[in-house]
């Protein structure tokens, strides 16, 4: 492992502490967390350091994986007046949850030992391979470290430490894009399948992937033989989609209880995704908007520095939740879209004070935590 490669945990390693400590303070001085010592939550046998991040979404995570998924009807799975989120879990996708609890009944681990642990080797697998991606991917050192450090102490990237799935789906998704670089079709196809066994998105991640693919060998005379090996990995992560819509299918009735299930949150389609936009006057979801115009508006201004490919993942990952109708969990969205990191973090690199910026994104990063801590909707 490179001098890098050791910064890069050392950091890693580093903020997971400061979010327990930090954690601490809050619970001394705020009325809206519950008090906790240095060893577990008062009056809870689950320890601090492990609770702080069973927050919000984990909740249905740690369900699927302790009691799995049950077979209902059609009509059980959309939500009723007196139950909006009766089959909620089945808007969930089954990857995190099953490794997970998988390993907590091969261990006999608690659940939030498992996922705790699972978090840690995630974020640091997904940190190293998106520096070693990065790397490759703008030529220079600093500006990969630093566009490292932005991925990790970007505000609201506290969600890679958190008992859900943006660690595991972007270490897949960087995954993917390596072995296209690499040529690795084998790789390609178990991440990619994965990735769509991951989260919603994850089946339409196959459009960046492609267009990378292109990209990197459109200038190519490849053989028919060639084209073979990566026309089969592409094909696996159709197939393992359509095998999950199959599974979902028998359990449920619907082939897309997916997205059925999401009804819940009451969010409705919308021809129109910028119509998601300022849609309410609550402060928060102004911020949602604000925030997701910003990250357009970077977009933008790089059109000319990434690839289509990278244009792509980033719209692609934006406006499918806004064709939801909603632009709740935008930051949250936001943060596996890897390209961001990327250009933010080669723009810091060229400043003569960029550790200073680096600090102002951490503290700013610990001021959205403070939201998830007090499980305020401005972290949903």
Not at 31 to 36: D, G
Not at 77 to 88: D, F, M
Not at 115 to 122: D, E, G, K, T
Request: hydrophobic share 50%.
């Amino acid at each position: 492992m490179n001098k890098t490669w050791v910064k890069i945990v050392v950091f890693a390693l580093f903020i997971k502490i400061v979010y327990y400590f930090f954690a601490f303070g809050v619970s001394k001085y705020s009325s809206k967390f519950p008090p906790i010592d240095l060893y577990t939550f008062k009056n809870d046998s689950i320890p601090g350091l492990f609770k702080i991040f069973k927050i919000h979404d984990a909740g249905w995570y740690e369900m699927i994986a302790l009691n799995g998924h049950h077979k209902i009807t059609e009509q059980d799975l959309r939500p009723t007046e007196k139950n909006n989120w009766a089959a909620s879990y089945y808007a969930f996708f089954p990857l995190y949850p099953l490794i997970t609890g998988v390993t907590l009944r091969v261990t006999g681990w608690h659940y939030f030992t498992s996922a705790y642990i699972w978090s840690v080797i995630f974020s640091i697998t997904c940190f190293l391979l998106f520096h070693r991606f990065a790397r490759h991917f703008l030529n220079d050192e600093r500006s990969a470290y630093y566009a490292t450090l932005c991925l990790i102490f970007f505000p609201f990237h506290f969600y890679f430490s958190a008992f859900m799935t943006e660690a595991l789906f972007l270490l897949l998704l960087i995954l993917a894009f390596a072995s296209i670089k690499n040529k690795n079709w084998v790789v390609l196809a178990v991440s990619g399948s994965l990735l769509s066994l991951t989260r919603p998105n994850g089946i339409y991640m196959i459009v960046p992937l492609l267009i990378y693919f292109f990209e990197n060998y459109r200038r190519e005379k490849l053989t028919r033989q060639q084209l073979m090996y990566p026309a089969i990995a592409f094909l696996c992560i159709g197939l393992t989609f359509t095998g999950y819509c199959f599974y979902l299918n028998y359990m449920t009735g619907d082939y897309f209880a997916f997205a059925t299930a999401q009804q819940g949150w009451y969010k409705k389609f919308t021809v129109i995704p910028f119509t998601s936009l300022f849609n309410t006057g609550n402060w928060r979801y102004q911020f949602y908007s604000i925030y997701t115009i910003v990250f357009m508006l970077i977009a933008l201004v790089a059109i000319t520095r990434i690839p289509i490919s990278f244009q792509a993942l980033i719209w692609t990952c934006m406006l499918l939740p806004l064709i939801a109708g909603s632009a709740q969990s935008m930051p949250r969205y936001i943060t596996v879209i890897f390209p961001f990191s990327i250009i933010i973090g080669k723009y810091v690199s060229t400043f003569r004070y960029r550790n200073i910026i680096v600090f102002l994104f951490f503290i700013a990063h610990l001021w959205s935590f403070y939201y998830w801590l007090t499980e305020d909707p401005l972290t949903f």
